[in-house]
């Protein structure tokens, strides 16, 4: 078995981080894991949302901290670009990409979260970037992700400090969705994948595209993008389905796969 278990449910892809005896760290066997994660949305198209979800009581505490200090500056480089790209790569999937944070997410597996869509938190969970603690700074998103999303000085005081804060605190901060109670996390994720694998891919993917890369241009130019899509989103079947369904006051049938 993997450090991360795959499990394949009505078109939702789980991904279990598995090393809770290390906190889920990110050591170059989760880096595999989470390539593979990449390749497997890629290829199989019946996959429409993917769960990213810790095993015992983290999310993930972040890079494996014993793997860095064993390995030399070209491996440490290297693991760590691998990592930065397959987190990028989230952001360009087809399918959104759901974090639901069972428990610490600190340093990379805040960051992971960050890469992630949409941010489902256990009451339990906590998040920080605690990287100042061991004398380095975040390196994929703790400073840049983490400022455009909870603003500018909250991050920067987050980043100096290395404070973990609540799931009720990141929530308010706008880095979480919703907060859940522990024993409803996986159901409420589960819900939550259901209702957007119901509804059209195409218009899926378009809707990620239109956000995410949108959120990096100026308003001008996104509001230009987005015309552009909406007008992109008229030419697939499942737009036509979709209206005439409602016409006929009947429920949609969209397409099952991308
Ligand atoms: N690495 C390795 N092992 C870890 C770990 C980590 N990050 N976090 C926890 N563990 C291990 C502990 O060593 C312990 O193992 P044993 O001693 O039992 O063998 C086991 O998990 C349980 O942990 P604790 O005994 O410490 O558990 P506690 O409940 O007492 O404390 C804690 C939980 C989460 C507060 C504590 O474990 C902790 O502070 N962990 C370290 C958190 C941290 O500093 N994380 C940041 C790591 S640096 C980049 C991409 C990513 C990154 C950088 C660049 N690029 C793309 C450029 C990421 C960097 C980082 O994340």
Redesign the pocket.
Known sequence: MGAIVFEKEDGILWARLNRP???N??NEEVVEGLEKLVAKVREEKDIRVVVIIGTG??FC??????MFLRSDTFAAREI??R??KA?EAFEDLDVPVIAAING?A????C?MAMACDIVIASEKASFGQ??I??G?I???GGTQRLARLIGWKRAMELCLTGDRISAGEAERLGLVNKVVKDEELENEVRNLAKKIAEKSPYAVMLVKQAVNRGFKMGLKDGIAYERDLFALSFSSEDAREGMTAFVEKRKAEFRKTR
């Open positions: 005896e290390a906190l760290a990110i009581k983290a505490a972040g890079a494996d901290i014993k760590i670009e990592l930065g987190l610490f600190l340093g990379g597996g960051e605690p990287e603690n061991i380095i975040p390196g994929a």
